[in-house]
């Protein structure tokens, strides 16, 4: 079976559109790359650019974005809301099908390796490749953001993984790393009360107590005038839907309140409704080698 | 996104592997086709051979099988203990992604009409291509098998759909379909008590009165002393899993009997899984397009 990795490249370009097309078309013309989704922010002033394909497709796609971005985008012009340190700001990749965490971690080493050395951006590796724990949180590696990043780099803590220990003038420095696939998932209640869904996602979410790869807080859905607890699954394999689904409904029904419904927002991998199948139907002795469409695949 | 389709041809040799492994390696010859199963009995004297590929795919390498078939197979000489009326015995075509019942069925008669042409083989169109519905099920058609065929098609009932109004001397006749892909589903049981089984089969069945698209039986699982709903699902977009399952678990409650689990055998579509994830899950709004490996498919 192909190897199947995921990659979304944020680039610190959302309102000049011929620039992020052109990052879209050296994209496109990598061989064996498929791009899935193109969202440019203008408030954000920032374009986050979905791709698939195996590593060297990746490899190849990556480095033909930095070179659009490291040659067109310049941070010390760059506004926009969101925090950002780089003209590529962060390049994760995303393990979906036939390829492992650890194929996706020497994936972020030696496109972060090729990056610093032809376009001289420093690289922090992060998540899942981070080179030490308090390099692991994107929010902790791009906190300071551009304006910040030469001062920061001065921090023996903050030398890069790879590149030079200043950042590139116009381009700054990347966090290119490895994690599992988010899923956002909101669970509706059988309520108007936000109170509940407060409650709710306070319960289940890491920060509070609650599931090791859960975010969550409540929100009131105005025009169905119902709660809604709404989450982040961070690595549905370790902390899966159903049990953050049968979670909030044990905790709902504690204030008689049913779950009405769930929603998935955006797009999901297979192996986390698999998984959800798996567990309600109790399957035994299941494989994910049984689902005829990945067989097929596995011959290809 | 590329159509695939998926077709089971058996033929009626299941003793010479020379002749058999001619059948495949014309299969696997065919452009585009993909051989994900072969299977042989040598009481059954039959093999039942699975593959997957688009229509021009599946319609070069069912012309090529039964150029060996028709070849070197003579039913004439032919003993075994399953049914069996011809050299390939009977041909369904299923869709599985980005292809429809009626694709299949059009499949089916493209198919039929060349095999007729080109080999003088009688075509008998079967389940969903069936040209009447007296031709539905593959057991009425293959009533009477090889040896009665001649008489049987000298009633007008059983003209063939293509092909000559008698059998071929050697090869017989075949039928040729498109059906739903089928799920053999188990549910087991938390007693030894196997008329719980039999009396829960009978009520979730479609010839006692229940399921459309079910078929079941109670058996006993020796090694483990427990009894277990044995059910083949037909059509688990009309008759899905999920509702099933909760049937029989409503069903065994009555004798305060638990579902203790259930199986899988072989191989099932993505979509059975993805109906159960929705069910249970209680998704509002989910479209199979957000399953990730499908979007990406979607771009090939």
Same mark, same amino acid.
């Given at each position: 079976?192909?190897?199947?990795?995921?990659?979304?490249?944020?680039?610190?370009?959302?309102?000049?559109? *011929?620039?992020?097309?052109?990052?879209?078309?050296?994209?496109?013309?990598?061989?064996?790359?498929?791009?899935?989704?193109?969202?440019?922010?203008?408030?954000?002033?920032?374009?986050?650019?979905?791709?698939?394909?195996?590593?060297?497709?990746?490899?190849?796609?990556?480095?033909?974005?930095? &070179?659009?971005?490291?040659?067109?985008?310049?941070?010390?012009?760059?506004?926009?809301?969101?925090?950002?340190?780089?003209?590529?700001?962060?390049?994760?990749?995303?393990?979906?099908? /036939?390829?492992?965490?650890?194929?996706?971690?020497?994936?972020?080493?030696?496109?972060?390796?090729?990056?610093?050395?032809?376009? %001289?951006?420093?690289?922090?590796?992060?998540?899942? %490749? %981070?080179?030490?724990?308090?390099?692991?949180?994107?929010?902790?590696?791009?906190?300071?953001?551009? *304006?910040?990043?030469?001062?920061?780099?001065?921090?023996?803590?903050?030398?890069?993984?790879?590149?030079?220990?200043?950042?590139?003038?116009?381009?700054?420095?990347?966090?290119?790393?490895?994690?599992?696939?988010?899923?956002?998932?909101?669970?509706?209640?059988?309520?108007?009360?936000?109170?509940?869904?407060?409650?709710?996602?306070?319960?289940?979410?890491?920060?509070? /107590? /609650?599931?090791r790869f859960c975010k969550a807080m409540g929100v009131m859905l105005e025009q169905r005038q119902i709660a809604q607890v709404s989450i982040n699954m961070t690595d549905f394999k370790r902390t899966p839907l159903f049990r953050v689904l049968e979670t909030v409904r044990s905790e709902a029904a504690r204030y008689g309140v049913p779950v009405v419904g769930? &929603?998935?927002?955006?797009?999901?991998?297979?192996?986390?409704?698999?998984? %959800?199948?798996?567990?309600?139907?109790?399957?035994?002795?299941?494989?994910?080698?049984?689902?005829? *469409?990945?067989?097929?695949?596995?011959? &290809?």
């Amino acid at each position: 079976m192909p190897r199947l990795i995921e990659s979304v490249p944020n680039i610190s370009e959302g309102r000049r559109s *011929e620039v992020v097309e052109a990052a879209v078309e050296a994209l496109r013309a990598t061989p064996g790359l498929r791009v899935l989704d193109v969202s440019s922010d203008q408030d954000h002033n920032r374009s986050v650019l979905t791709v698939a394909g195996d590593e060297d497709a990746l490899f190849a796609g990556t480095l033909a974005l930095y &070179e659009v971005a490291v040659g067109r985008i310049d941070l010390r012009a760059h506004q926009g809301e969101h925090p950002r340190m780089g003209a590529v700001d962060v390049v994760p990749f995303i393990p979906i099908e /036939g390829a492992t965490m650890a194929d996706c971690v020497a994936l972020a080493r030696r496109v972060g390796q090729a990056v610093a050395e032809r376009f %001289a951006v420093p690289i922090f590796l992060y998540e899942e %490749a %981070a080179s030490a724990p308090h390099r692991q949180n994107l929010a902790d590696v791009r906190r300071g953001q551009f *304006e910040g990043l030469g001062a920061k780099m001065a921090d023996p803590q903050w030398v890069p993984d790879f590149g030079p220990e200043a950042p590139h003038a116009s381009a700054g420095a990347s966090a290119v790393g490895a994690r599992m696939p988010l899923i956002a998932y909101n669970i509706n209640l059988g309520t108007s009360d936000l109170e509940i869904a407060q409650r709710i996602a306070k319960a289940i979410r890491h920060s509070n /107590g /609650g599931f090791r790869f859960c975010k969550a807080m409540g929100v009131m859905l105005e025009q169905r005038q119902i709660a809604q607890v709404s989450i982040n699954m961070t690595d549905f394999k370790r902390t899966p839907l159903f049990r953050v689904l049968e979670t909030v409904r044990s905790e709902a029904a504690r204030y008689g309140v049913p779950v009405v419904g769930s &929603e998935i927002v955006g797009l999901v991998p297979a192996e986390a409704l698999m998984d %959800a199948a798996d567990h309600y139907l109790q399957l035994e002795g299941f494989s994910p080698g049984q689902v005829l *469409e990945r067989r097929i695949r596995e011959t &290809e």
